[in-house]
């Protein structure tokens, strides 16, 4: 009987360090925080839908609206931004880890989403100020392309930032200088070999496809 009983505490003790060793481990606990973040991304997107949908037949509200929508781009890429690279450093899919430069990008987007809910001249702004963190950005994945050559990431990244940035940059003529930019990036890495020549052609032809389905 007592070695019955000492069998079934050594067993039971297994089974609370197995099951403490799954639910507390650091992957369990940022996945969590992962979904956390998703769940607080729908509410207060449903909550800006909201909003605006009541304020929709209100005259003068364009603006208001216009900047909403930017705030709300803060607050996705402020949550996709470090989810995105907590994956990637949970499955080891980077060669170099890129976790805290991008989690501290991410967390600052989100901080300035909350200084938008509370300061009138940072929402009224809003706009401009995403627009040239936008930039800066694409300009961050540029530079990535050029250190990390044999991270595939950011060729992703720069295939889908072009994409959307048509609309993101807004005046038109701001896309456009974006554009021309990009293009003589592209060139200027062609020419200088700064960038792998396949990775260069391959992002050549995505910047032309791109530009077609868009007009």
Known sequence: MVLYCSL???INSKLILFWASIFFSMKTILWFVIAVLF????????????????NLLDKG?????????YQLYLLFLGILLP?????????????????????????????LYFVSTRSTIVFRYI?????????IYFC???????????DFIPITAFVVTFFF???????????????????IFLSIAYVLEIIQLKTNIALFIYYF???QLKY
């Not at 509200?61 to 929508?69: F, P």
């Not at 450093?89 to 989100?110: A, W, Y």
């Not at 993101?168 to 293009?183: A, G, H, Q, R």
Request: glycine share 2%; with cysteine.
């Open 140 to 150: 961050y994945i540029a530079r990535n392309l050029i250190y990390f050559p044999t």
């Open 209 to 211: 496809i791109i530009l």
């Open 165 to 183: 940035a048509y609309n993101v940059l807004k005046p038109i003529k701001v896309y456009w200088c974006f554009v021309i930019s990009v293009f």
């Open 61 to 69: 509200v364009e603006t208001t609206t216009k900047s909403k929508e």
């Open 8 to 10: 079934l505490t050594i």
């Open 83 to 111: 989810s995105i690279e907590v994956i990637f450093e949970i499955f080891k899919i980077r060669p170099v880890s890129l976790l805290i430069p991008n989690c501290i990008i991410g967390f600052s987007l989100i901080l």
């Open 39 to 54: 769940i607080f991304l729908a509410y207060e997107i449903y909550t800006i839908k909201s909003t605006l949908k009541s």
């Open 127 to 135: 706009k401009q100020i995403f627009i040239a963190l936008f930039i």
